[in-house]
């Protein structure tokens, strides 16, 4: 479903978020104190404004109570952070997701109303902390502390065993989630199914269990 987003705030984090909402088929206004910021984003969003995210008399003739999500890339700037927030929220924005630097500016983002808190940073890092924990992995999403949802390249170790040798048998607490061959993607595969080389497996379960679970197929 369409939806109108506003961005505040065009940096990496935001311009990226931004031109991916419109790739996706969303209308996106942009907003940013810097004009050769917005001039660059110009041609890629639905509209770009060059503003301050804490004038509220400006956002309010944006229009801004009308929009379905707001996204404060702003993380450098506290205060003009919170301020963002809140008056998105008070502008009656239905959603609104901020970018964090660390838990602290989370937990006031928090405390002000903001519907999500990101932390992009500390996300990348865990995701290639991760993916260095095995060769194998391509890419690791935290889902709550201490456990991950992992994309993994097939090992060639596990190449024409079936999913119930390579995986079930095996006394560790992970479960392959999905199974992508090509355009094609299983949820659960039975454990009669061969693995291929070119498959990629999604694997969830705790971080210990699958440090330990890639180090057994390897023989270390």
């Known amino acids: 479903m369409k939806q109108q987003v506003v961005v505040i705030g065009l940096g990496r984090f935001g311009s990226a978020v931004a031109t991916e909402l419109v790739r996706l088929g969303h209308e996106v206004l942009g907003i940013d ?52 927030t809140l008056l998105l929220k008070r502008l009656g924005v239905k959603r609104v997701i901020v970018k964090a630097r660390n838990d602290t500016h989370g937990e006031i983002l928090d405390r002000v109303g903001a519907d999500r808190v990101v932390y992009p940073e500390r996300d990348t890092g865990l995701r290639l902390a991760h993916s260095w924990t095995s060769f194998d992995v391509t890419d690791s999403l935290d889902v709550v502390e201490g456990y ?59 971080l210990p269990e699958m440090e330990r679970f890639f180090a057994a197929i390897h023989g270390h």
Not at 154 to 159: D, N, Q, S
Not at 165 to 170: F, G, I, Y
Not at 172 to 189: C, D, H, K, M, N
């Open 148 to 206: 991950a949802v992992s994309r993994v390249t097939v090992p060639p170790e596990l190449v024409g065993q079936t999913v119930k040798r390579a995986v079930l048998d095996r006394n560790f607490q992970v479960t392959l989630l999905l199974l992508a061959r090509g355009e094609r993607v299983t949820v659960y595969p039975s454990g009669s199914e061969v693995i291929r080389e070119d498959d990629i497996l999604v694997i969830g379960g705790e």
């Open 33 to 84: 104190t810097n004009m050769d910021t917005v001039q660059a984003m110009a041609n890629s969003l639905s509209s770009v404004v060059q503003a301050e995210g804490t004038d509220e008399e400006t956002l309010a003739r944006l229009g801004i109570a009308e929009f379905d999500v707001g996204v404060v890339g702003i993380s450098s700037d506290l205060e003009t952070s919170i301020l963002t």
